[in-house]
C-alpha cells in the first residue's frame, strides 16, 4: 500500500546503456515530478507533469525522457547513461488541485550508478 | 526567482537538547515554504508547512517553525532532540512568482544527535 513507489531501488549499469526507471503513485494525484539529488545531497526538479501533460522541463539533456501513460504513472527512460548521471532519482505526486502549495509525497528513491 | 538558504551544513546536538535548523528565504511575494526530512536511504517526508496562515506551524515529531518576515526566515525547531531525529533536513519554497509546480529545495541540513 505504498503511496509512490519506484523501481528499481537500485540500478547499477555501464556508461552508454540505456535504462528506465519507473514510477506508480497510488494516491489519486494529478500532478507527478522527477527530481535529481546529486552526491552533495542537493535536490533540483527535472521534470513535472499535470494529467499526463508536461509541465514542467527544466534544463535536463535530452537523453532524459519522461513518459507519463496515465496519471498515476511517470517513468523516465535515459540513453547513453554518462557518469555524471550517477545520482538518487525521486518521484514525487501532489493533488494538483492548489498548485505551488500542495504537499509534494515522494518516493523511496532510485541509487542509479554508472561506471 | 525565489530561492531558500539552510545556513550550516550539519549541526550536531545532545540528545535533549534544543534543535534550530536554520532557512532564509528570498522572494519578491510572500512565499509558501516547507520543512521535508530524509532519513538515511528513504524518500523525504514532509514535516510542516507555511502556507500564509498562522505563522507558526506545528509539524510532526515535535517540530515546529515560525515564519518571520522581518527576518525573511523560517527556523525548524525543537525543543528536545531524540536520537532518532538524526537525518537530513530540507528546506524548500514554492514559485509563487510562476505558479510552478515544483519546489526549490536548500542544500540540506544534516542533524546529528549525539547520546
Known amino acids: 500500500d505504498t503511496a509512490v513507489s519506484q523501481t528499481p531501488k537500485y540500478l547499477v549499469t555501464q556508461m552508454g546503456n540505456d535504462k528506465s526507471i519507473k514510477c506508480e503513485q497510488n494516491?489519486?494525484?494529478?500532478?507527478m515530478y522527477w527530481y535529481k539529488q546529486d552526491s552533495k545531497k542537493f535536490l533540483k526538479i527535472m521534470f513535472s507533469?499535470?494529467?499526463?501533460?508536461?509541465?514542467i522541463n527544466e534544463t535536463v539533456p535530452n537523453r532524459f525522457s519522461p513518459k507519463s501513460p496515465d496519471k498515476a504513472h511517470l517513468n523516465l527512460h535515459i540513453n547513453s547513461l554518462e557518469l555524471g548521471d550517477s545520482a538518487v532519482y525521486f518521484c514525487a505526486s501532489s493533488p494538483g488541485l492548489a498548485g505551488p502549495t500542495d504537499t509534494q509525497y515522494f518516493g523511496p528513491g532510485t541509487r542509479l550508478t554508472v561506471l | 526567482a525565489q530561492s531558500v538558504t539552510q545556513l550550516g551544513s550539519h549541526v550536531s546536538v545532545s540528545e535533549g537538547a534544543l534543535v534550530l535548523l536554520r532557512c532564509n528565504y528570498s522572494?519578491?511575494?510572500?512565499?509558501?515554504l516547507f520543512w521535508y526530512v530524509q532519513y538515511p536511504n528513504q524518500g523525504l517526508q514532509l514535516l510542516l508547512k507555511?502556507?500564509?496562515?498562522?505563522?507558526l506551524v506545528k509539524g510532526i515529531n515535535g517540530f515546529e517553525a515560525e515564519f518571520k518576515k522581518s527576518e525573511t526566515s523560517f527556523h525548524l525547531t525543537k525543543p528536545s532532540a531524540h536520537m532518532s531525529d538524526a537525518a537530513e533536513y530540507f528546506c524548500a519554497v514554492s514559485d509563487l512568482v510562476t505558479g510552478r509546480r515544483a519546489l526549490t529545495f536548500g542544500s540540506g541540513t544534516r542533524l546529528q544527535v549525539q547520546p
Open positions: 507533469y499535470n494529467n499526463k501533460e508536461l509541465i
Open positions: 494516491l489519486g494525484h494529478d500532478t
Open positions: 507555511y502556507t500564509s496562515a498562522a505563522t
Open positions: 522572494s519578491s511575494v510572500p512565499p509558501y
